[in-house]
């Protein structure tokens, strides 16, 4: 099995609502995501897939979150902005578009150096 792992940054601020505390209020990040894609097959150039368009993948996701207030965009208007839930949502916004071939084994997102979420389907 081979693993191919890209990452990106993007800064968008959020509110948790329902914790009690700090980070209830609104504050904001430099997200980082990183996104795993992993397959059993090299193409003829020994390629999984191409970083450059997996970059691409993940760019049409952040670029809808990038320099915006997440609690403002669905489906996080409804769904508490957590790091989790962004991962989630990078899964599953990106998952569909890689060829049958290629599986996106997991999404992380930092909220910090120090900090981050994973979403792995089982």
């Known amino acids: 099995m081979f693993e191919v792992t890209v990452e990106e ?14 980070c209830e209020n609104v504050h904001g990040h430099n997200y980082r995501v990183q996104l795993t894609m ?8 020994g390629l999984l897939v191409d970083f450059v368009e997996v970059k691409k993948l993940i ?3 952040v670029e809808y979150l990038d320099h915006r ?32 071939a290629i599986r996106l084994r997991q999404a992380r997102i930092w909220e910090t150096d120090v900090t981050s979420a994973t979403y792995r389907p089982l």
């Open 9 to 22: 940054t993007f800064a968008a601020g959020h509110a948790l609502r329902g914790y009690r505390g700090k």
């Open 59 to 61: 760019h049409t996701v």
């Open 69 to 100: 207030f997440i609690n403002d965009l669905p489906p996080f208007d409804t769904l508490n902005p957590s790091a989790e839930n962004l991962a989630k949502y990078f899964y599953d916004e990106i998952s569909p578009r890689l060829t049958p």
């Open 38 to 45: 992993e397959g059993a097959e090299l193409d003829g150039i």
